[in-house]
């Protein structure tokens, strides 16, 4: 079981030459998510050579043009690609009478289905689910509804302990799938083998926790415990600690406190105000509270393995 996610935009606002806004591309149990995608998200798919092709599940975590205003022209371009899979958009209330009315307007090709589920509760839930991953909502506290996505490994089966089940002649293949089930095994004459002694636990599942714009909200803490990663926005630093808290955004401090109440593995960080011109600032603020943080930046790969 392994993770692996790209960065392909963390800077705030407005895209630059040499920086790009939110868009992430995660791949987790052989399942592949986009994450937001703003301006110039395509031309990153394709300079970090992602194939288009995987993408089927798009999650936008708010309606603020840096991290969905690259969806039409992705859409777009699935079009003129004479793509057929069917594409998924998990984004707020919303999305779908934005990307059906510019698509209608511009009579843009597409000759593929979009299902849009639509987020409305303040309340986190699942919102896909299938045998490898499970993905649910983080809400979160910004100018306009947004959420964070938490994704989940489902966990694997148990692992045979092949040296211990030949020591028992009854035990057959076909009985394999139970004990990789956490069964016990029942002798003929009754005895019972406990499984524990037959198998070997699975790896523990991997999570990844991707908290996009808010302001400073320990809520969210019991959500995103323990997780293998989290990406966490720092749009200022704590010089700005009072311009974070208007718009409602977070310092590189703040994040590493929740990285730290949440006692998660890791912390990454992005999402950089335009201002500051010396991103290392950052990670040396995040790290006076969590030394275990990263910054992000376009290119990045972090893999996790178990």
């Known amino acids: 079981m392994s993770l692996k996610l790209t960065i392909l935009g963390c800077h705030s606002a407005t895209p630059r030459s040499f920086a790009f806004p939110t868009s992430q591309f995660l791949e987790i149990n052989n399942r592949y998510f986009l994450i937001d995608c703003g301006e110039g998200t395509q031309m990153q798919l394709r300079k970090h050579k992602i194939k288009f092709s995987k993408i089927k599940h798009i999650f936008i975590s708010h309606l603020h043009g840096d991290h969905f205003y690259g969806l039409i022209g992705l859409i777009s371009t699935f079009g003129l690609l004479n793509r057929q899979t ?13 990307i059906l009315l510019l698509l209608n307007i511009s009579h843009s090709r597409k000759f593929f289905p979009i299902e849009f589920h639509e987020i409305e509760s303040k309340n986190s839930e699942i919102i896909f689910e299938d045998k490898n991953v499970i993905v649910q909502t983080i809400p979160l506290k910004h ?19 092949i040296k211990e089940i030949e020591k028992y002649s009854e035990i057959e293949i076909c009985d394999y799938h139970n004990l990789k089930k956490g ?33 400073y909200f320990p809520k969210i803490v019991p959500l995103i415990k323990n997780v293998d990663l989290l990406y966490h926005e720092t749009t200022f630093l704590e010089d700005n600690h009072e311009l974070a808290k208007t718009t409602q955004h977070s310092t590189a401090l703040q994040a590493a406190k929740i990285a730290q109440k949440a006692e998660v593995k ?8 335009g201002r500051y011109k010396n991103k290392d600032d950052f990670l040396q603020e995040a790290q006076t509270v969590f030394k275990e943080t990263e910054l992000s930046f376009e290119g990045k790969e972090i893999i996790i393995e178990n």
Not at 86 to 97: F, S, T
Not at 186 to 202: D, H, Q, R, V
């Open 86 to 98: 069917e594409l998924h958009v998990y984004a707020p209330k919303g999305i779908k009478e934005i």
């Open 143 to 161: 100018r306009i509804y947004t959420n964070g996505f938490l994704f989940i490994e489902k966990p694997k089966e148990k692992k045979l302990n």
């Open 183 to 215: 069964k016990d095994f029942i002798k003929e004459n009754g005895e019972i083998i406990k499984n524990n002694t037959l198998t070997f636990e699975p790896a523990k599942p991997i999570s990844y926790a991707f908290c996009s714009d808010t302001a």
């Open 266 to 273: 890791k912390l990454l960080i992005g999402h950089y105000s």
